[in-house]
């Protein structure tokens, strides 16, 4: 599924309810705690602060899920299309970065 597919998915599922998308800074404090569960799954998985015995293990993938989520619904709203901003961000960092790293080699 593309991203534009994402976020048309995601409008659909929006607009069923009166509501619709919550306002930005509701939206940045929802991103906010999403990235924490992640770093929270991340730290549990590869850092010093291992889960308690009796905790359940988590599922990192849903909760990359969930930021993407969060993210789309920011687009959304501000009317982003993040395939488009996608393609102008990966265009800046391949221009800006394309020495920065070894390339591997054939």
Avoid at 36 to 65: S, Y
Avoid at 69 to 82: K, P, Q, S, T
């Amino acid at each position: 599924m593309s991203l534009r597919d994402c976020q048309t998915r995601v409008d659909a599922w929006i607009s069923r309810f009166e509501e619709g998308y919550f306002h930005p800074l509701t939206n940045m404090t929802r991103l906010t705690e999403e990235v924490g569960e992640l770093a929270r799954e991340v730290n549990h998985r590869f850092g010093q602060k291992t889960k308690k015995p009796d905790e359940p293990e988590g599922d990192l993938g849903m909760e990359m899920a969930d930021v993407l989520f969060v993210i789309i619904c920011m687009a959304n709203r501000e009317g982003i299309d993040l395939t488009e901003a996608f393609d102008r961000m990966m265009a800046k960092v391949d221009q800006r970065d394309t020495t920065r790293w070894t390339l591997k080699q054939p």
